[in-house]
């Protein structure tokens, strides 16, 4: 296929990018919900995360096997549909009202998920000039910046209410009760998961009837008997460094993002119709940071914009710790913004002259978003321990970009 028939296969593939963003950028809206309805600390809450994240541990691997073996249109077709499943379990959930179902769900939704992120990153990359593939990423991951903004500013207001009782201060006169007031909030978690799998759907099907181009390590497929997964890719240095890298940078991203609400409410104090536009403020940044850091990638290398970005979230997060409070959150601001480059590029960078090792490149890249399922659970209980010092608990994402300034430093460099 020519170059210039890429356009209507990348904009499909864009759209992956948006309904994952959706997916994950729920979370932090979930964990404070979840607070209210399960009735759960910050560090049981926490536990969302893990639950999500852990799925892209365990299935990289199976996934990129199962592309190899098929195609990614395969994996694609199959991630949709089984992230659209999990959302629609909300209902069922919404009966039981356990914890337990809710972290089985986000576990079925994240497994479908892993699908799209394992088949959609290498194929962007692939799909063009390799030269161009930090930026064509980069652009590709705007389309999850818009996705997060979405879900930050509008999805978030649907689920909160902007009322938090407790057994003991709910209102005497509330109709129904504790048992109304729970299922209320319950009850409110359902519809954006409902559409959310209605769109899941729709695209399934556009993928179904669509033809994607074949990429080179799908032209070319391996002679009977060869690997369905190559572990002897993780002797590259670059990639190596790389994988290192995204478990840091995804650690330290979801340690702010899940936790950003549960900041501005627990310890700030804002209402919650206050901190979701907060939130919303802050996904605007990291959408506008992917716009700018994708158009500056026409005139500085990837690497080097990485390196700078990273240390300038290195010395915002001292701002979090030095300050706290609302000189905290306007920091976070900041570190949204110069978050957002980060996990394309470095995806892109250890991808690199893989040829037919990418599919099992992306599975351990994919993999090191398991930093997502330890690192925000370790902040939650720095903050949660010590709440008259919460702030302090931001030293884990400090620690993470500084392995981010070192990948743009020197790790990016590929050594044959």
């Known amino acids: 296929m020519k170059k210039q028939n890429y356009a209507v296969p990348l904009m499909l593939v864009f759209t992956l990018f948006f309904l994952w963003a959706i997916s994950s950028n729920l979370l932090p809206t979930m964990i ?36 190899k073996r098929y195609s990614y249109k395969a994996g694609i077709v199959f991630g949709l549909l089984l992230a659209a499943f ?26 479908g998920m892993c699908f799209l992120e394992t088949a959609a990153n290498p194929y962007v990359t692939a799909l063009g000039d390799p030269a161009t593939a930090p930026r064509r990423l980069n652009l590709a991951q705007s389309f999850n910046g818009l996705g997060a903004f979405i879900s930050a500013m509008f999805l ?3 689920i909160l209410s902007g009322t938090h009782y407790t057994r003991e201060t709910l209102p005497a006169d509330y109709a129904g009760g504790w048992e109304a007031y729970i299922q209320t909030e319950t009850d409110a978690m359902k519809m ?34 060869s690997k369905l997964i190559d572990f002897g890719v993780m002797r590259r240095s670059h990639l190596r460094w790389g994988v290192i890298a995204q478990f840091f940078y995804n650690g330290g991203q979801t340690a702010i993002n899940s936790l950003f609400l549960v900041y501005c409410c627990t310890y700030v104090g804002l209402p919650e119709d206050e901190a979701t536009t907060y939130f919303g403020l802050y996904m605007l940044a990291f959408l506008l940071g992917r716009w700018i ?51 394309p590029t470095q995806f892109s960078l250890a991808l690199k002259g893989l040829g037919d090792q990418t599919k099992s490149g992306s599975a351990f890249l994919v993999m090191a978003i398991v930093g997502n399922a330890c690192l925000p659970q370790l902040t939650a209980y720095l903050m949660h321990v010590n709440e008259q010092l919460y702030y302090a608990a931001y030293i884990i994402p400090l620690i993470c970009f500084a392995f981010c300034a070192y990948y743009g430093w020197k790790g990016y460099k590929v050594v044959d």
């Open 32 to 67: 404070r919900q979840l607070m209210k309805t399960c009735e759960l600390n910050t560090f049981e809450a926490s536990f969302t995360e893990t639950a999500y994240w852990l799925a892209y541990f365990i299935f990289p691997i199976p996934i990129a096997m199962f592309m």
């Open 86 to 111: 999990g959302g629609l379990l909300f209902f069922p959930a919404a009966m039981l009202k356990e914890y337990w179902a809710y972290l089985c769900i986000f576990f079925i939704i994240a497994t």
């Open 156 to 158: 978030s207001k649907l």
């Open 192 to 225: 954006p998961y409902l559409v959310l799998a209605m769109l899941l759907i729709v695209i399934a099907v556009v993928f179904v009837f669509s033809k994607l181009p074949k990429i080179d390590d799908e032209e070319h497929k391996a002679a009977a008997g």
């Open 293 to 343: 850091g994708t158009g500056l990638m026409v005139k500085f290398r990837p690497q080097d914009m990485l390196l700078v970005y990273a240390l300038l979230n290195v010395v915002l997060c001292g701002v979090v710790i030095g300050f706290g409070g609302m000189v905290g959150l306007y920091a976070m601001l900041g570190i949204s913004f110069f978050m957002s480059i980060m996990y």
